[in-house]
């Protein structure tokens, strides 16, 4: 069975610093990743997902990850936080059979202080 | 283009009430689910569908009833509320076409049992 795991439920950087959110996977098969971002009393939205065809791969809003097998992870970066990305950040994988769901980490939660 | 809709947004329940929790998506997605979302524990998943007419248990299907009678909606029923279910509920949909296509999720219903 796959599975994730995020490191950190709490991380606070400064506006402008680097952002690193941190996510470890574990799987038998070539895992299918996923970065979700929720704002505040939304849902979840894809920042961007890895789907084997480039190890760093880039999503929304300036924020990219990138796949490393022999390190099993798969961290989310941001070069300049902002304000705006203050909202929890999930890490998930896609299951292996045929029903597509997907496996979530336990969440980090980005503030950004001014 | 409304996506994964939820109704209600917002619900408390007495114990042992029962409610139904209707999610509608227009995107005429196969795949539907069902997740609880609760503090430091990510999302989980309660049931899924890959189809109309077929429903299936998730990671935490207990006290919790699906039914998916047209292609478009998918229905959580809680028959005798409990306060270990209060929780924020989201539905997602997926195109379900390969492992890594992605899920879009709606806004969420939080439900509390008193």
């Known amino acids: 069975a796959q599975s994730v795991t995020q490191l950190g439920s709490h991380v606070s950087v400064s506006e402008g610093a680097l952002v690193l959110l941190r996510c470890n996977y574990s799987s038998s098969v070539p895992p299918y990743l996923f970065w979700y971002v929720q704002y505040p009393n939304q849902g979840l939205q894809l920042l961007l997902k890895y789907t084997s065809a480039a190890t760093l791969v880039k999503g929304i809003n300036g924020f990219e990850a990138e796949f490393k097998k022999s390190e099993t992870s798969f961290h989310l970066t941001k070069p300049s936080a902002h304000m705006s990305d203050a909202a929890e950040y999930f890490c998930?994988?896609?299951?292996?059979?045929?029903?597509?769901?997907?496996?979530f980490g336990s969440g980090t939660q980005l503030t950004v202080l001014p | 283009n409304a996506g994964v809709t939820q109704t209600p947004k917002f619900r408390v329940l007495k114990t042992g009430q029962s409610m139904t929790l209707l999610c509608a998506q227009d995107m005429n997605h196969e795949y539907m689910y069902w997740y609880r979302q609760d503090p430091g524990m990510g999302l989980r998943l309660i049931h899924y569908?890959?189809?109309?007419?077929?429903?299936a248990k998730g990671e935490v299907p207990d006290g919790y009833n699906v039914s998916r009678l047209k292609k478009q909606n998918f229905l959580l029923g809680l028959e005798s509320a409990a306060p270990s279910q209060t929780s924020v509920y989201f539905c997602?949909?997926?195109?379900?076409?390969?492992?890594?296509?992605?899920?879009?999720f709606g806004q969420g219903t939080r439900l509390t049992v008193v």
């Open positions: 998930a994988v896609s299951a292996s059979g045929s029903a597509r769901q997907l496996t």
């Open positions: 997602a949909s997926n195109k379900g076409q390969w492992r890594n296509t992605e899920a879009f």
């Open positions: 569908s890959v189809g109309e007419g077929t429903t």
